[in-house]
């Protein structure tokens, strides 16, 4: 199906083990976004992509490493798991670099709920 | 940090009602979004607004960007059950790749 994907849609996970958070999208947009939504923070930027082998921190980006070798994949993963990273993890794209045109605005997947204990 | 501050943090309607929001901002914006996030989903794009003043309308939603460019405002009229759901303003720091600042969010409960 055409869109973006999020897996898995839940994970639990020890603090210190690493994990990687899977994004998908069959739009071939050149821009990916990972964001993180906590209580009383709303959506926070982790780290972004401008295309395949070009990405850049956002304003949360440590403890977390992305990857981009291929458009239509763009994995997060936490390192050392800690617990202040339990939230719903969001990954995005667009077709443009701020997501901001009413013709190429952010697709949103449906998240992946992490839960580091 | 948090760059758009968005209020009522949560509100509690009836059906039928009209519900109003806001977002504020101590910097300028070129761009105001609203996005409106279901429960167990994404967030998806409402409503885009690109210049000071204008107000747009998506069925009954309707948005204004701030004479200040500081500020927007999401109404509903005639709220249903399905308006339930955290909206977002949204709205990116010049033209920096990829910082789109996003306000904490309104929940919304609407009542049958």
């Known amino acids: 199906d055409a869109g973006i994907t999020q897996s898995p849609r839940y994970k639990i996970t020890e603090t210190g083990r690493q994990v990687t958070l899977m994004c998908h999208q069959t739009?071939?947009?050149?821009?990916m976004f990972w964001y993180r939504q906590d209580l009383g923070h709303g959506l926070r930027l982790i780290y972004y992509?401008?295309?395949?082998?070009?990405?850049d921190k956002g304003e949360v980006s440590d403890g977390y490493v992305v990857s981009r070798s291929k458009t239509e994949n763009f994995p997060l993963t936490l390192e050392s798991a800690t617990r202040s990273q339990t939230s719903v993890y969001f990954c995005?794209?667009?077709?443009?670099?701020?997501?901001?045109?009413?013709?190429?605005?952010?697709?949103f997947g449906n998240g992946t709920r992490l839960t580091v204990t | 940090g948090q760059q758009l501050n968005q209020s009522p943090q949560s509100m509690f309607i009836q059906e039928g009602e009209d519900v109003s929001m806001n977002c504020t901002s101590s910097?300028?914006?070129?761009?105001w979004l609203w996005y409106k996030q279901d429960p167990g989903e994404g967030p998806v794009l409402l409503i885009a607004?690109?210049?000071?003043?204008e107000l747009t309308s998506n069925g009954r939603l309707t948005a204004q960007f701030g004479i200040t460019r500081k500020d927007s405002f999401l109404n509903i009229s005639a709220s249903i059950p399905s308006d339930v759901g955290i909206y977002f303003c949204?709205?990116?720091?010049?033209?920096?790749?990829?910082?789109?600042?996003f306000g904490r969010g309104t929940q919304l409960t609407v009542w049958p």
């Open positions: 992509s401008a295309a395949a082998d070009i990405t």
């Open positions: 995005a794209s667009s077709e443009s670099p701020s997501g901001t045109g009413h013709n190429s605005p952010l697709h």
């Open positions: 739009w071939s947009h050149s821009y």
């Open positions: 607004l690109y210049k000071a003043g």
């Open positions: 949204a709205g990116p720091r010049g033209s920096t790749l990829g910082r789109l600042y």
């Open positions: 910097s300028i914006f070129n761009t």
